[in-house]
């Protein structure tokens, strides 16, 4: 199967001028999601992670899957106002403003092996957020999983000497 056929193109979406990946499609389709959550597992067995992070909203559709899978702990990583404990913050810029990013304090525990799972690497901004809040941690080692990259953004770029998988590459 060909997981990127399950993703929507919508054009002019939330603004004009802007090309959305639609996931729900794949979603939608159990076989597809299915593979695409078995295909991500697989390059996360490749890292030996310790704790699988995920960012808030889309990262939660794949994070949690790859640690049942794996048997690991998941730790969110939540938009600004979401989590109920004391939290480590981190600001990021958008193309139309800011956002910011939380993490428990005592969320990770420290010198782990960290895999952080999104959905989309665009711009870098929100995963260049996330790497900050698990660096509190001092990890041992920290990788980038997503479900798809957009090249022409150059988030890549951003995040430098970080490993980083993509399933699809647009």
Known sequence: MNIKEKIRVVNDFPTPGIRFYDITPLLN?????????DTMVAIAQKHDPEVI????????????????????PFVPIRKRGKLPFKTYQETYQLEYGSSTLEIHQDGLPEN?????????????????????LVNHFHPKEAHLLFLMELKALKGREKLGKYSIDSIITV
């Open 112 to 132: 782990q092996k960290v895999l952080i799972v999104d959905d989309v690497l665009a711009t870098g901004g929100s995963t260049a957020a996330a790497i900050n």
């Open 53 to 72: 992070v995920a960012l808030e909203a889309r990262g939660f559709f794949f994070g949690p899957a790859i640690a049942y899978r794996l048997g690991l």
């Open 29 to 37: 389709d159990a076989q597809a999601y299915r593979e695409t959550i």
